[in-house]
């Protein structure tokens, strides 16, 4: 059993900045990546940021430079800065996991719960 829960979210006024962290936990035996997807009202839930187990990072344009993405390997999570907040990036912030729960065993895919982003004007 796996579980992926987020927490960090809120209410910030523009410009302002917040930190979001994803904790994996269960019977985990290794972490391909995770990664940061957002979804607006009456919009298709988009990807923001991923990093995978080497390291490497991915983040959409519209958040590069403003967003940074870390992970802590040894806690199973990882974390989204989130600076320079405007309006536009108010959502619901999703955590995505692709684990593989033993050494012969497929990957597999799982989300969180969600938390929620406002940023006031």
């Known amino acids: 059993q796996v579980e992926v829960v987020e927490s960090g979210g809120g209410l910030v006024q523009a410009g302002g900045s917040l930190r979001l962290s994803c904790a994996a936990s269960?019977?985990?035996?290794?972490?391909?990546?995770m990664y940061w997807y957002r979804q607006a009202p009456g919009k298709q839930r988009e990807l923001v940021a991923g990093?995978?187990?080497?390291?490497?990072?991915n983040y959409a344009d519209s958040v590069r430079g403003r967003f940074t993405i870390s992970g802590d390997n040894a806690k199973n999570t990882v974390y989204l800065q989130m600076n320079s907040l405007k309006p536009e990036d108010t959502a619901v912030y999703y955590c995505?996991?692709?684990?593989?729960?033993?050494?012969?065993?497929?990957?597999?895919?799982?989300w969180g719960q969600g938390t929620q982003v406002t940023v006031s004007s």
């Open positions: 269960g019977s985990i035996f290794s972490i391909n990546a």
């Open positions: 995505y996991a692709i684990i593989r729960l033993g050494p012969e065993r497929p990957f597999w895919n799982y």
């Open positions: 990093i995978a187990s080497t390291g490497s990072t």
